[in-house]
């Protein structure tokens, strides 16, 4: 099994930035992908960035850009740095830890006010 705790989320004005942090633990494997994901009210989760252990990424179209996805593998824990957000950015931003099988976090709210 493998838990993730993300924390970082919150209400940010238009313009502003946010880093969201997600820590991993339990069996954690050397070789693994870890991401980020979104879900807005009434809209599906949708990919934000991934990155595999080796540090190649990858982002959708609508903020390259504007978030850097990063790891920090001696402590397990993947970053996602927001700048110039939006408020079409505001959802729940969910951690993704995938070898194998595939685990996700709690959730942090992202809220970006106009």
């Known amino acids: 099994q493998v838990q993730l705790v993300e924390s970082g989320g919150g209400l940010v004005q238009a313009g502003g930035s946010l880093r969201l942090s997600c820590a991993a633990s339990?069996?954690?494997?050397?070789?693994?992908?870890m991401g980020w994901y979104r879900q807005a009210p009434g809209k599906q989760r949708e990919l934000v960035a991934v990155?595999?252990?080796?540090?190649?990424?990858n982002y959708v179209d609508s903020v390259k850009g504007r978030f850097t996805i990063s790891r920090d593998n001696a402590k397990n824990t993947v970053y996602l740095q927001m700048t110039s957000l939006k408020p079409e950015d505001t959802a729940v931003y969910y951690c993704?830890?995938?070898?194998?099988?595939?685990?996700w976090g709690q959730g942090t709210q992202v809220t970006v006010s106009s």
């Open positions: 993704q830890y995938v070898r194998y099988e595939t685990y």
């Open positions: 339990g069996r954690i494997s050397s070789i693994n992908v």
């Open positions: 990155i595999t252990n080796g540090g190649s990424t």
